[in-house]
């Protein structure tokens, strides 16, 4: 799947053979599915889910069969550029599980904030606040979050951005564990 900047999805399926030129597979698109108003940053799988982030700064859940499963439009922090799960998060499995609540993620933005959602707050309408996220961190690097990563078994989660490079953080102790630095222009 591919997310485009009019905020569809295209769907590929491989024809067989590679391209003679790039060496890439060859693949045709066999689906077009409108899933934002606004251009898709990131496409996240989470066991049967599809989670999408959006330039708009809403994070997305869908079914195998693009159904919305659920939404979260209440975070204002900017364009979604990076999705991540927490830790402890429950794992998904194979299936669609309606009565399983949907795990925690940490969501990192174009403005250099990473928040975390609590999954089972969408189950929820009588907490509307707490759908809009904790604010972990503001002013990531002095621009967007680029990447982010949650451990699978801690509560940390790693974050690479445009000025800082790349840091560690302990997400409830809320400080930092370790930097990296990478010169300009550097990958």
């Known amino acids: 799947m591919t997310g485009t900047s009019d905020g569809d999805v295209v769907v590929w399926e491989r024809t067989g053979g590679h391209d003679a030129a790039t060496g890439a597979p060859r693949r045709k698109a066999v689906k077009v599915v409108q899933l934002h108003q606004s251009a898709i940053m990131c496409l996240v799988s989470y066991g049967a889910y599809l989670v999408s982030g959006g330039a708009d700064g809403y994070v997305r859940w869908f079914d195998g069969k693009f159904r919305l499963e659920a939404w979260f439009e209440e975070l204002a922090a900017g364009g979604v550029h990076s999705i991540s799960f927490a830790a402890g998060g429950a794992d998904a499995g194979d299936g669609v599980d309606n009565e399983a609540p949907l795990p925690d993620f940490l969501v990192g933005t174009a403005e250099g904030k990473v928040k975390i959602v609590h999954g089972d707050s969408f189950e929820d309408p009588t907490v509307d606040e707490e759908r809009s996220g904790e604010l972990l961190l503001a002013g990531v690097s002095s621009?967007?979050?680029?990447?982010?990563?949650?451990?699978?078994?801690?509560?940390?989660?790693?974050?690479?951005?445009?000025?800082?490079?790349?840091?560690?953080?302990?997400?409830?102790?809320?400080?930092?564990?370790?930097?990296?630095?990478?010169k300009s222009g550097a990958a």
């Open 143 to 182: 621009g967007a979050v680029y990447a982010l990563a949650a451990s699978p078994s801690a509560d940390e989660f790693a974050v690479a951005g445009a000025a800082v490079g790349l840091e560690v953080w302990d997400y409830v102790k809320r400080c930092s564990l370790a930097q990296r630095g990478f």
